[in-house]
């Protein structure tokens, strides 16, 4: 599925999409009384066309093309898809789209290590599809998923070995830069060492939220759990800063999940919503 590219500046950010599932919305936000009729008219996209009672899960990475060389944000699902997380993985393709070959990527952030965002690291092989690249993972990400602890994240924890075997696994766990314009910074909660990026270049700013949000209707109640994250109370601190911060400031926001994969958070009322604009 093609989406439009960005400008953040000189950058171009292009989104890779290996495609989408519909989920059901009954585990989504249970207890919250949200209107679903109502978030659908709003942001139908967001919504599986033949199901009201499912949304869609749309698997995104990033492609951030700058002159300093191309550095990927996630790596999609790879071939770890599995019902109802049904996707296959398309990186090799949306990439190929993009004019960009795997040995050009210099260096992939994962945001963490469940499989629809770290599953394309490696070849069904086991070869890594980036061999050019440094991967950067949060170590307390690493410590988490590193064990065969029934977390069902075998797809991303095997490339991660292959990685560190090689030699290029960054474990680094400071908030830096690690491109130029390019930015690392800890938001945990969905994960222990959940990352989101922050792109700079002049006045320009993106923020790339990883996972800290998966519908719309949480850029308006960043304050209300989510089932997804491993530590709710945790994801809600970081997802309510992050979002804040964004809307203060004016930025654009990149979400893995949305069907629309750009927009910003804006003031509403006493509050605030998203806007795909």
């Known amino acids: 599925m093609t989406h439009a590219a960005i400008r953040i500046g000189s950058v171009e950010v292009v989104p890779l999409c290996d495609g989408w599932a519909a989920l059901p919305l009954t585990r989504e936000l249970p207890g919250r009384g949200v209107d679903w009729e109502l978030e659908r008219a709003t942001y139908p996209w967001a919504f ?42 398309s990186m090799d393709d949306e990439l190929g789209s993009a004019g960009v070959a795997p040995d050009d990527v210099r260096h992939v952030i994962h945001t963490h290590l469940h499989s629809d965002h770290a599953g394309g690291a490696c070849r069904p092989d086991g070869v890594p599809r980036f061999p050019s690249a440094i991967h950067h993972v949060h170590p307390a990400d690493w410590a988490f998923f590193a064990h065969d602890d029934g977390s069902g994240e075998a797809g991303a924890r095997e490339a991660m070995r292959r990685l560190e075997a090689r030699g290029t696994l960054d474990l680094d766990p400071c908030d830096r830069e690690i491109a130029p314009g390019v930015r690392v910074v800890h938001s945990p909660g969905h994960t222990p060492g959940h990352r989101s990026v922050i792109l700079v270049d002049g006045d320009a700013c993106l923020l790339l939220t990883g996972d800290l949000l998966h519908l719309p209707v949480q850029a308006a109640h960043p304050a209300w759990e989510s089932t997804h994250d491993e530590d709710p109370a945790l994801g809600v601190a970081s997802r309510t800063a992050w979002l804040a911060r964004a809307r203060d400031a004016g930025w654009r926001v990149a979400v893995s999940h949305f069907g629309r994969p750009f927009g910003r958070v804006v003031a509403s009322g006493s509050g605030q919503r998203w806007d795909p604009g």
């Open 48 to 89: 599986a066309d033949d199901d009201a009672a499912a949304w869609a899960w749309h698997v995104h990475a990033f492609l951030v093309r700058s002159a300093g060389g191309a550095i990927l944000v996630d790596t999609g699902i790879g071939h770890f898809g599995d019902p109802p997380y049904d996707v296959a993985g």
